[in-house]
């Protein structure tokens, strides 16, 4: 596809207002999503957002290298250092060498740390479903779970 990049059409050709309108009201209402949802789940640890995030990569990935956490992040090396040094404190994570160089630590979950993303995914879950079931309709629920294998066909590579 040919890209047309210009002040008044910084998108590819071929993108129409409906496709950046759409866009633009997606973008908004996942990100609202996540705010609320964020909001309607217990932090009592007071965890930071990027200390939630590394554990939630960690649970996904299984292992990850701290230079792999920080690339994921999009942070330095040195503010991952700092998240992985609070969350080995409080022990959510751990440090294992790796057997092919002994200067390299791959991270990984505790039990405490797998069961605070158990906990916090099944909270989210519970309001979430909570509220489907209080403000949808049948109709609106299938309506969801087809727009869901779309949104899927955005995110699948």
Known sequence: MAKTKT???????GVNATDIEI???LRTVIHRLVKVLRKHTRNEEMLSLTERSTLGLLYQHGQLLPTELAQIEKVTTQSISQVIAHLVEIAYIVKTPAESDKRKAYLSLTP???DYIDRHRQEKQEWLA???HERTSAREKEVLSEALVILSKLIDE
């Open 23 to 25: 866009a633009g009201n």
């Open 130 to 132: 909570r509220v489907l």
């Open 7 to 13: 002040a008044d059409n910084p998108v590819d050709a």
């Open 112 to 114: 405490a740390g797998r």
